[in-house]
């Protein structure tokens, strides 16, 4: 999914805390609009959950969002739009992707947050943000954020500079 992107494209941050990573996500769920895409990547711990849950509480979420490792997919309707957090962890194959109707989320009015989300590649639509943690020490995180199609470039300048200031 990561190929070469431009600055605009791309964004590069450090999180100090699990506290600072859910605002982060927050921060973005405030921003996406129906139809969003945001995809997750790291290692085993990152914070991937963590930032989905800011999502969640971006989007107005009530209640908590939990991580669908053994549901594969837990949907919220409580929020200003529907939110669907994936987590294709347990998926080993795209057939299995087909059964759980991803393509029906991925083109549906809600916001998918999909972790593991090189799982997916072949589903995905025009537009999406890649939010790639990596773990840095127990409690530091970088996030490189990159964008793909019209709206993310969009959403990804004025998340800079609402949460940066440039």
């Not at 914070?47 to 837990?74: D, N, W």
């Not at 029906?104 to 999406?128: H, N, S, T």
Request: with cysteine; proline share 2%.
């Amino acid at each position: 999914m990561s190929t070469s992107k431009s600055v605009e494209q791309r964004l590069d941050c450090i999180s100090h805390s699990e506290a600072q990573t859910q605002r982060l996500g927050l921060r973005l769920g405030t921003m996406v609009q129906a139809g969003s895409v945001i995809l997750l990547e790291g290692t085993m711990g990152s914070g991937k959950t963590v930032f989905a849950q800011g999502v969640a509480l971006g989007l107005e979420v009530r209640e908590h969002a939990t991580s669908p490792s053994y549901t594969l997919i837990k949907e919220y309707y409580s929020g200003r739009l529907p939110f669907h957090h994936i987590d294709l962890y347990r998926v080993n194959s795209g057939d299995s992707l087909w059964s759980l109707g991803l393509e029906e989320y991925l083109e549906g009015d809600g916001v998918c947050v999909i972790e593991w989300a090189r799982k997916a590649r072949d589903f995905l639509p025009k537009d999406w943000l890649l939010v790639n943690i990596e773990i840095m020490t127990d409690t530091k995180r970088t996030l490189h954020f990159e964008s793909e199609g019209d709206h993310f470039l969009e959403v990804l300048h004025e998340y800079r500079r609402l949460a940066f200031g440039f």
